[in-house]
């Protein structure tokens, strides 16, 4: 099946890029808190509050803190933000044809979406605050426990389809067997993967409210810390994407990409309510041992399967 295409300036800037993704992110984001709410039974916010909250942080006073490198402190959510979008670039966005493909995307694509986790903790490493300086620490130590499974987890149907391109990959989802059922323990992996690189609970420890505020974030204000939350909803709809165009048969049309990237979204809200925050031990004891040895018992399946 092929997928669709549009002109590569208005797929940048327009659709199925630039400002679609922005708006999907705060949509993704609401339909996130909409539903973990109503699982707590919380009547949750209204369908405009994060936007609500986006134009209110850009409308506020950035304060600048003292100690701190001035220029690295603005960039950081500029960068996150940017390498966020640039991943896109290579991602099939509403089952459209991206911006731009090429063999190996994917390794590209994965480091693009790594930027945003290494640039949190610099950015909390940059203050003086004692919980900032905390939340980066443990932002840059569960950076060790997830990015390693949920690499491994991605390759597997690479590896099956014999190409490091995404749409590669896409497409031959599209023609055979969900991955998901071929390769149940990859799909669980690059799920749970998934929630730790966005840092939703249980693996929130890095932002912990009720222990250090909002950990690499508490010095943050106005439009850097707009950017950095932007950053976090545009990851939300890239990863859902990626996770479906490899494990959930590809991706086709804007209804097929609706259907089963809310559909993984219902899954990761229900995981937010049904689990307790997990200690920064615990992240990287338990999931780092569990998930990368799941990983690679996968790996090594597809292999003799191949």
Known sequence: MNNLTVHPLIALLLFPGGLFLLGGGLLYEWIDRKLVARFQNRLGPRWFQPL????????????TPQGVNRALFFILPVIA????????????????????????????TLYLLSVLTLCLGLAGANTMNRFA???????????FSYEAPFLLALLGPAIVTKSWQIMTINYYAQQHTWMAITQPIGFVVALVGLMGKLELPPFDAPEAETEIVAGAMTEYSGRGLALFHLGKNVELFIGLTMVAAFYLGGLANPLEFLAKTLGLLVVLTVLQSLFARLRIDQTVGLWWRAGALLALVQLVVVFLLR
């Open 133 to 143: 300086l905390i939340g980066a620490t443990r932002t840059l130590t569960q950076l």
């Open 81 to 108: 933000l940017a390498s966020a979008l640039t991943s896109a670039l290579y991602v099939p966005i509403a089952g459209f044809v991206p911006a731009s493909s090429f063999r190996g995307d994917l390794i590209v």
């Open 52 to 63: 609500a909250d986006l134009v209110k942080l850009l409308a506020k006073e950035e304060i």
